[in-house]
């Protein structure tokens, strides 16, 4: 885990460096919201963090490639109420390596759609009596893989915010249930909230 970490913070670095007229970096953080599809679970009440870095470079006139690295929680949460005191609530805690492209228009709306390659690093499990054992923990995927899209708007060539969708392409948990045609697995559904500021730009 720290060996992709620190290669991937050495691409960004090496990119920046090589040509640094040519390329834009900056930092990003923020908030998410997130429900897991496959379990017994609705809504997006798992409240997590995001933050990471980012380098991109335009390929034409209003069209850029972006890479990113960041980390974020995502998960379930159901917590107690009048008539069921039970909570249960799973954080998952990823390494993401996001690729996307970009349309900018007016140098204000930035559009994008990606992918992201990611590393499951830690999972915790609570209920209402606490920390679930982690021997009886879940079997999920160490490497798995999203789709993304979402809209930012730069309020100056520095400084902007943004909202992205993000579900995993492959489920990240095999079903429990490989012979009923509901289950297909387990799928993270994410939307995150973030500022970003730029701090090399034309």
């Not at 050495?10 to 040509?19: C, E, G, P, R, W």
């Not at 009440?45 to 069209?63: P, S």
């Not at 095999?174 to 009923?180: L, S, T, V």
């Amino acid at each position: 885990m720290n060996r992709i970490i620190i290669i991937s913070f050495f691409i960004l670095a090496t990119s920046v460096s090589a040509s640094a007229q040519k390329f834009n970096a900056g930092l990003f953080g923020g908030v998410t919201a997130a429900q897991i599809d496959g379990d017994s679970y609705s809504g997006f009440n798992k409240l997590g963090l995001t933050a990471g870095a980012f380098v991109n470079r335009e390929i034409n006139y209003q069209i850029y490639w972006q890479m990113e690295i960041k980390y974020v929680t995502r998960g379930v949460y159901k917590g107690p109420t009048d008539t069921d005191p039970t909570l249960y609530a799973a954080s998952y805690h990823y390494v993401e390596l996001p690729l996307s492209a970009h349309y900018l228009h007016n140098d204000m709306i930035q559009v994008e759609a990606g992918i992201s390659p990611e590393v499951l690093v830690t999972t915790i499990f609570r209920d209402q009596d606490g920390t679930i054992d982690p021997s009886t923990y879940p079997d999920n995927r160490r490497f798995g893989l999203s789709v993304f899209g979402g809209v930012h708007y730069w309020f100056n060539p520095s400084l902007g915010a943004g909202i992205r969708y993000t579900y995993s392409a492959i489920p990240f948990r095999d079903p429990q249930e490989w012979n009923h045609p509901r289950y297909r697995g387990y799928f993270h559904n994410v939307l995150c909230l973030t500022l970003a500021y730029k701090f090399m730009h034309p």
